[in-house]
């Protein structure tokens, strides 16, 4: 990685990302917990590939170290919120380059949680679903 890629200016964020929504670009790499998928990325990003890590997973980090309560066992709808909010930073701040980006999950996979745990989704995180649009190829890790 250069200088170059590690500097970041406001301007370089986009709200959508309109530009590669929906793309190639915008890779997804899903499946259930301890599939492998965290180490299957970082193994691409080993070999150059950019990656995002797993928002949900940096939440649970954060919140366990500041004593929070934004956890998927404890306040399912907040853990979201955060998740997706993290979800759609990570999608925002990717810029155009000559290999696509590879996520650990995404924004559906964090508001299919709330489904999961058989709560409403709220409209602000449907419309997120209609905004932040990745490839419609999904890469699948088996169970």
């Not at 979201?80 to 000559?98: H, I, K, M, T, Y």
Request: glycine content about 10%.
């Amino acid at each position: 990685m250069t200088k170059a890629d590690m500097q970041w200016h406001e301007d370089d964020y986009v709200a959508g990302n309109p530009g590669l929504a929906g793309s190639a670009a915008m890779v997804v790499l899903s499946g259930c917990s301890g599939s492998g998928k965290s180490t299957l990325l970082a193994e691409l990003g080993r070999r150059g590939m950019p990656v995002q890590p797993e928002a949900g997973r940096q939440i649970v980090k954060e919140q366990l170290l500041i004593g929070g309560h934004a956890l998927p066992w404890d306040d399912a709808a907040r853990f979201v919120e955060l998740a997706a909010s993290r979800a759609a930073w990570q999608f925002n701040s990717v810029r155009p380059g000559d290999k696509p980006v590879v996520f650990d999950r995404s924004v559906v996979d964090v508001v299919a949680f709330l489904d999961y745990k058989g709560l409403e989704t709220p409209a602000h995180l449907r419309r997120m679903l209609e905004v932040y649009r990745y490839h419609r190829t999904v890469l699948m890790t088996p169970p």
